[in-house]
């Protein structure tokens, strides 16, 4: 059988989440799957990170902007290769395309309320682009893959969709992200301070960056020796308008911005870290919650959406509209060594429950269940 896999993004230097999670699912399906025939269509880029098998193919295509790639390249590409089965596996998909259709629907965030003002044009466009075609695809899917049971349920009830038609498939972790003993050899390009506190930045609203700026304004207020907060993918202007935005201009003297973080590198920079903070208001999954905990290191995560069930019932969960409860627990594992090392246990123990190797094995089920 013939499955053709969007995977546009997967060759772009600075990947994202969603890249990441169709890059390691398509890995393992090529260790695992050795009869169907897979084609994975993807855009030109410079980071050749998946290399062809005997049958596995990898189709470039260029069109020169996402909605024409998908709209147009990727139907034009699909017809010629004329597979029994089209997984998109990044929200949307084609509208006209005459192919049986699975999507991985990671979220539904583009049709919920917004928490604050969207600050990129690229964002914006993205949420409107997916407001227009989910809803016009959801008909053609026949099987639609989401990454929680949380999500599950939520789009399930949302979209109201019939009984069998959407599925959980937990996404997995990257195995590079273990402990490491020699981090300050990494670390010290990012930061000089031996020991600090690990946040990963972003325009999104969601992401709480306000928030955990806040709450960490409130534990320099409360430690007697404030550990400096490197606040990675955030270029150094954006966070300086955050501060004067905000009144936290005074903590602008321990915070560290080096900038995107190539992700061979993020293991060390977890592992480096006395916490890391993840509090999100609302996430699907949360993948970094993993990473962190695969490192050693305390994951301070959100006790919302999807992030308790990542986290499972010993993970530090806070309310993240609270920044007094996220300074509390920063303040919690600089003071108290036993609760950060029972934490540090926890995580490691956790991790062990999610792979990317079951992600696939998972997906491969649903191919087969379709193609019968």
Not at 9 to 31: F, N, P, S, T, W
Not at 214 to 227: D, G, H, M, R, V
Not at 302 to 321: D, K, Y
């Amino acid at each position: 059988m013939k499955i053709a896999i969007e995977a546009q993004r997967i060759y772009r230097k600075e990947k994202h989440g969603m890249d990441y999670v169709a890059l390691e699912m398509i890995r393992e399906l090529q260790k695992l799957d050795s009869k169907n025939e897979y084609y994975i269509l993807v855009s030109p880029g410079e980071d050749k990170c998946l290399t062809e098998s005997a049958n596995m193919h990898i189709v470039e295509v260029n069109w020169p902007s996402y909605p024409l790639w998908e709209q147009i390249g990727l139907p034009l590409a699909v017809n010629r290769i004329k597979p029994d089965i089209l997984h998109c596996t990044s929200n949307t998909a084609p509208i006209f395309c005459n192919v049986p259709l699975v999507l991985t629907l990671h979220d539904i965030i583009f049709l919920e309320k917004k928490h604050g003002k969207i600050a990129s044009t690229y964002q914006q466009m993205g949420r409107i682009y997916r407001k227009f075609v989910v809803p016009r695809i959801l008909k053609k899917c026949q099987k639609i893959i989401t990454v929680s049971n949380f999500e599950c349920e939520h789009i399930k009830h949302s979209l109201n969709l019939k009984d069998g038609l959407i599925q959980a498939v937990y996404n997995g972790y990257s195995k590079h992200f273990k402990p490491m003993f020699n981090a300050r050899e990494i670390t010290s390009k990012y930061i000089k301070d031996e020991h600090y506190l690990f946040f990963l930045g972003n325009t999104d609203p969601k992401k709480n960056t306000i928030g955990v700026l806040t709450a960490y304004s409130l534990y320099t207020e409360k430690s007697k020796n404030p550990l400096p907060l490197l606040i990675a993918d955030l270029k150094e202007s954006i966070v300086n308008q955050y501060l004067e935005d905000n009144q936290l201009t005074h903590i602008k003297p321990l915070l560290r911005y080096p900038g995107y973080i190539p992700n061979t590198e993020l293991p060390a920079i977890y592992g480096g870290a006395t916490a890391f903070i993840y509090t999100s208001y609302r996430e699907s999954f949360g993948i970094p919650i993993l990473e962190g905990m695969a490192c050693g290191t305390p994951v301070i995560t959100s006790n919302t959406s999807a992030m308790p069930e990542i986290a499972g019932e010993g993970g530090i969960l806070v309310n993240p509209f609270k920044p007094e409860e996220i300074a509390e627990k920063i303040l919690l594992l600089e003071e108290d060594t036993t609760y950060r090392n029972n934490c540090i246990e926890y995580g490691l123990n956790r991790v062990k429950q999610f792979s990317w190797e079951n992600t696939a094995k998972n997906t491969l089920n649903i191919y087969q269940t379709l193609l019968k």
